[in-house]
């Protein structure tokens, strides 16, 4: 064998070595990775712990339990109606006021403030365009409008009042 051919085999074994190396780290971490890992839950097992906590039977209580069910109802309903903004108003200036005027005032975002001559072409749409893309919201070239002017508590008929209330009152 020649001198170079030599220099090639110790270099190859060289890099080989490195490989060997590499390879043999990587493998190691990956178990120790994989070690980590939560073990997962056997279904029968899952299954048998759900059998055990769960009750034993319901309770019937007759006209005594239809009427708290019932009273428990109302006050669900109750509680949901509190939920509502502004107290359920469909006073649209009070909506306005308080939550649009932000925006429709100064322009923000590229709202429409209440001139007439920017309401024009959205007024050509129609009414049910107008309260869907409040209700919904609407994105164009325009601007932006979230989805019940960023306020999720309103309840359609209230954002239908406030469009409402602003069509009428353009200047």
Known sequence: MRNYDLEFLKKFSMVIGF???VTLGLIIGA?????????EVD??????????????????????GAAA???AQAAAA?????????????????IYNNLCAGCHTS???GAPTLVAAQWTARIAQGADT???????????AAGVMPPKGGNPALTDEQ???????MVDNLQ
């Open 19 to 21: 490989l060997v190396l």
């Open 31 to 39: 178990i120790l990775l994989h070690g980590q890992l939560p073990p």
């Open 43 to 64: 279904p029968r097992a899952a299954e048998r712990t759900q059998r055990r906590i769960a009750p034993i039977g319901a309770v019937y209580a007759g006209s005594t």
């Open 69 to 71: 069910q019932a009273a």
């Open 78 to 94: 109750a509680a949901a109606s509190a939920q509502v903004a502004y107290g359920g108003t469909l006073d649209g200036e009070v």
């Open 107 to 109: 322009g923000a975002g």
């Open 130 to 140: 107008l309260h869907r893309h409040a209700i919904e919201g609407y994105t164009g």
């Open 159 to 165: 954002v239908i009042a406030t469009v409402d209330w």
